[in-house]
């Protein structure tokens, strides 16, 4: 078996975007000699990386045919034909996380079934196949609920807050899954990693805000303010997943606390995560290191938190859509402890992910003072 010093050996990683960006440069920290296959010609890696390869992710013979020349394949985005990753696995190939995992994991009704399968504490749910079947049962309902596509969702898409029968009119149509939506006190997450020999470690558990209409972080804060109590849940819950998954790689468990203290999980990610990027500055190993580590089987790395930080999520504004522009980046670099990453999308659009914001402070009232700052000084227009 080629080791990932070899000069023949390729790290494949399907998707291009700026999880696989941050990827890379933590693999050319290692020289890891590695590949991209993006649907986009100009996605966030390619300025980064010469082996780029431009196919749909979604197309069983793209994937095939990227597959077939690498020696470790990854992933940084969910929508992938996983039929090809099947065939690569069957050919031999390594590929971290399994074909397996993310088939749960992309299908919203297998993985919650998963959980409840796996005695993984998560909110009640009943999956439907259709709106007109919801629409039958209306009556049996307790609004408000939260229904969620099964397949498809990202960055918020997917997920709507129904608050009363009136509200199924403007939802989905597609096989979707009702769940109990939870008083929750807090939402945080668990980054857990796992290598081949069956090594685990967890990130300490971070807190997040999230955008109250689109449904995506717009901040957090590591670590997270829990109890020590609920921390050991949170990561009993992100080692068990860890295990049951047969997990290599790393897995990102976001959970609600609710107000009586239990620990419910909400949804998994297979791969690095919005909730992990502060540990790049934050922590003694960054999750995309980790991650890492933890496909080429090597020893996982320390993932105590350095000193307390926050990310701030730098997204497209309101009502701008074209050519990206950066304002106000010389005020945000004015800050201590202020560490911008801009992923290299040329064009933005609301509420689109443009890049993100690490801050430092051992004083948690400066912490938050500085996520202000951030908000209201750097912003993406077109």
């Given at each position: 078996?080629?080791?990932?010093?070899?000069?023949?050996?390729?790290?494949?990683?399907?998707?291009?975007?700026?999880?696989?960006?941050?990827?890379?440069?933590?693999?050319?920290?290692?020289?890891?000699?590695?590949?991209?296959?993006?649907?986009?010609?100009?996605?966030?890696?390619?300025?980064?990386?010469?082996?780029?390869?431009?196919?749909s992710l979604l197309d069983k013979h793209s994937v095939l045919n990227f597959g077939k020349n690498c020696d470790v394949i990854t992933f940084e985005i969910e929508h992938i034909n996983v039929d090809a990753l099947d065939e690569l696995e069957k050919m031999g190939k390594k590929v971290f996380p399994s074909a397996s995992i993310l088939r749960t994991v992309q299908d919203k009704g297998l993985q919650k079934q998963f959980f409840l399968d796996n005695g993984i504490p998560t909110a009640p749910f009943k999956l439907y196949n259709n709106?007109?079947?919801?629409?039958?049962?209306?009556?049996?309902?307790?609004?408000?609920?939260?229904?969620?596509?099964?397949?498809?969702?990202?960055?918020?898409?997917?997920?709507?807050?129904?608050?009363?029968?009136?509200?199924?009119?403007?939802?989905?149509?597609?096989?979707?899954?009702?769940?109990?939506?939870?008083?929750?006190?807090?939402?945080?997450?668990?980054?857990?990693?796992?290598?081949?020999?069956?090594?685990?470690?967890?990130?300490?558990?971070?807190?997040?805000?999230?955008?109250?209409?689109?449904?995506?972080?717009?901040?957090?804060?590591?670590?997270?303010?829990?109890?020590?109590?609920?921390?050991?849940?949170?990561?009993?819950?992100?080692?068990?997943?860890?295990?049951?998954?047969?997990?290599?790689?790393?897995?990102?468990?976001?959970?609600?606390?609710?107000?009586?203290?239990?620990?419910?999980?909400?949804?998994?990610?297979?791969?690095?995560?919005?909730?992990?990027?502060?540990?790049?500055?934050?922590?003694?190993?960054?999750?995309?290191?980790?991650?890492?580590?933890?496909?080429?089987?090597?020893?996982?790395?320390?993932?105590?938190?350095?000193?307390?930080?926050?990310?701030?999520?730098?997204?497209?504004?309101?009502?701008?859509?074209?050519?990206?522009?950066?304002?106000?980046?010389?005020?945000?670099?004015?800050?201590?402890?202020?560490?911008?990453?801009?992923?290299?999308?040329?064009?933005?659009?609301?509420?689109?992910?443009?890049?993100?914001?690490?801050?430092?402070?051992?004083?948690?009232?400066?912490?938050?003072?500085?996520?202000?700052?951030?908000?209201?000084?750097?912003?993406?227009?077109?």
């Amino acid at each position: 078996m080629k080791a990932f010093y070899d000069k023949d050996f390729t790290l494949g990683i399907i998707g291009g975007g700026q999880l696989g960006r941050m990827l890379i440069q933590s693999g050319i920290d290692i020289n890891v000699n590695m590949a991209v296959m993006d649907g986009d010609p100009n996605a966030p890696c390619r300025s980064l990386i010469d082996n780029f390869f431009v196919g749909s992710l979604l197309d069983k013979h793209s994937v095939l045919n990227f597959g077939k020349n690498c020696d470790v394949i990854t992933f940084e985005i969910e929508h992938i034909n996983v039929d090809a990753l099947d065939e690569l696995e069957k050919m031999g190939k390594k590929v971290f996380p399994s074909a397996s995992i993310l088939r749960t994991v992309q299908d919203k009704g297998l993985q919650k079934q998963f959980f409840l399968d796996n005695g993984i504490p998560t909110a009640p749910f009943k999956l439907y196949n259709n709106l007109d079947e919801i629409k039958s049962k209306a009556d049996e309902i307790n609004f408000p609920i939260v229904h969620k596509l099964r397949k498809g969702g990202y960055d918020g898409a997917g997920v709507n807050i129904l608050k009363t029968a009136d509200d199924l009119t403007d939802s989905f149509e597609q096989p979707s899954l009702l769940e109990d939506k939870v008083d929750f006190e807090k939402e945080i997450a668990v980054i857990v990693s796992r290598n081949e020999q069956g090594q685990i470690k967890t990130f300490p558990a971070v807190e997040m805000v999230f955008h109250p209409v689109r449904n995506l972080v717009e901040y957090l804060f590591s670590p997270a303010n829990i109890t020590s109590d609920i921390s050991k849940k949170a990561d009993d819950i992100a080692i068990k997943l860890a295990e049951k998954f047969d997990l290599v790689g790393i897995l990102a468990v976001e959970m609600f606390v609710t107000k009586d203290g239990e620990v419910l999980v909400n949804e998994v990610a297979p791969r690095p995560h919005n909730s992990g990027h502060q540990t790049i500055e934050g922590n003694w190993t960054s999750q995309y290191a980790q991650h890492l580590r933890a496909i080429l089987n090597l020893p996982l790395g320390d993932t105590e938190t350095i000193i307390p930080s926050a990310m701030v999520n730098v997204l497209g504004e309101d009502g701008h859509s074209g050519d990206a522009k950066i304002v106000g980046i010389e005020d945000t670099l004015t800050k201590e402890g202020v560490y911008v990453h801009m992923y290299g999308k040329k064009v933005t659009r609301p509420f689109r992910k443009m890049g993100h914001v690490i801050i430092l402070d051992r004083d948690q009232e400066k912490l938050h003072d500085k996520v202000k700052f951030v908000q209201n000084s750097l912003k993406v227009i077109a």
